[in-house]
């Protein structure tokens, strides 16, 4: 179950915890619940005076917690704290006045607290865990759960797609919740009919960097100058050249460590743990790690470093560095 159902159902249930730790890399599903939170607060208070939004590294502890503690005439509170600093060395005696609070918190308060990191070590993470809910807000990490997120969205908006065209929705647009959730709308109120199709993505999508600078190393699989040049160019439209060559050099790594792979034995599957990467990536990663060989991978690397040197000392034009490099790719 995703978490922002976990709220969704704790809310239809009236079972909303009074202490949480929401935190984990996708903002997008954060906000989204804590749209459904704010809504159901507003239902009780449509003036909105019972929620409050503060800030953890302006307000402290004694504050927060004089606050959860007052009484709301117009029912429920809801408090949220942002960018709390709670997880940081130094902290120590400064958080006793939550720990007394989790002991015992004000059923009519509904506090919750905003992190992008955690240190579940920390006595701070252990109290909420104990007294209260933590909630992880992560990306969907294998490809079955986007298209399971897809599916969700999609009928949000009352809207289709074969499987092949949300699998190119995913290629194309990239693996980001935020972004997508933009082009859905998009495509929603321009596709009239039901079904979303492959054309109408090309046509409204912009395609991620990412996905332009897996075809450019298509191209130079394929040896194809021409095609590769083309590809850096339209990257070059959308990022910085230096911006460019990172990515550049971050697929050759991860290809190279694919191909280390492989000639020790080892399978797809290992891929994401000993890349450090998401198993939709290192899918397409491994796939693509197996047209290009260990020492084109090794040569590509080192023209990288080479390139990123001569960029940042001025030796020549960083677009015109990098389209020689490109060159090299593909004709060595």
Known sequence: MWEVDKVRQGIAKNQIPPVSLW??????????????????????????????????????????????????????????????????????????????????????????????NVNRGRKFFKAIEKKGAVLEFGSPKRQQEWMTWLDRELAAREKTMKPQVKALLLEWGGHQVGILSQELDKLALYVEGKEIRAEDIKLLVPQAVEATVFELLDA???????????????????????????LLSRQVRLLLGASAMRRQGRGAEEAPHLLGIKPFEAQKIWQKSALLTWEQLSGALQACLETDVAIKTGKGEPEFLLELMITEFCTT
């Open 23 to 116: 935190y984990g890399e996708e903002r997008f599903f954060i906000q989204e619940a804590l749209h459904l939170l704010k809504n159901s607060y507003l239902a009780q208070d449509p003036s909105g005076s019972g929620i409050e939004v503060l800030s953890g590294k302006t307000t402290n502890p004694e504050q927060i917690v004089e606050i959860a503690n007052m009484v709301s005439f117009f029912g429920g509170k809801l408090i949220i704290v942002e960018d709390i600093p709670y997880f940081q060395d130094g902290q120590g005696d400064a958080l006793e006045p939550f720990y007394t609070y989790f002991k015992n918190p004000n059923p009519g308060t509904c506090l919750v607290f905003l992190a992008q």
């Open 220 to 246: 130079v699989a394929a040896r194809s100058t021409k095609v590769a040049v083309q590809k850096l160019h339209q990257v070059l439209r959308q990022e910085h050249s230096l911006k460019v060559l990172t």
